[in-house]
């Protein structure tokens, strides 16, 4: 598993911020485990709507993300 500097480096580079609830001494319920939100360059949370995405789950996310690339199609006839 990769640490929290590692994972909010990746998501900087593609796009992304990882966010964690600002109040100090958080306490953790049921309905919100206290654990992180991925945000995208437009201010949309793609993950962890309640900050409910534990780390590996962003880990896992942005993985995917480095898979995918995008390729401009090729003109017909162009050399």
């Not at 962890?48 to 995008?70: C, H, I, Q, T, Y």
């Amino acid at each position: 598993m990769s640490s929290v500097a590692t994972i909010r480096r990746r998501a900087k580079r593609l796009g992304y911020y990882v966010s964690k609830p600002r109040q100090s001494k958080y306490v953790p319920q049921a309905d919100n485990p206290a654990y992180y939100m991925v945000i995208d360059a437009n201010r949309r949370v793609v993950l962890g709507e309640r900050f409910d995405a534990r780390l590996e789950d962003s880990d896992e996310f942005l993985n995917g993300k480095m898979g995918v690339v995008v390729v401009p199609p090729i003109a017909v006839g162009a050399r």
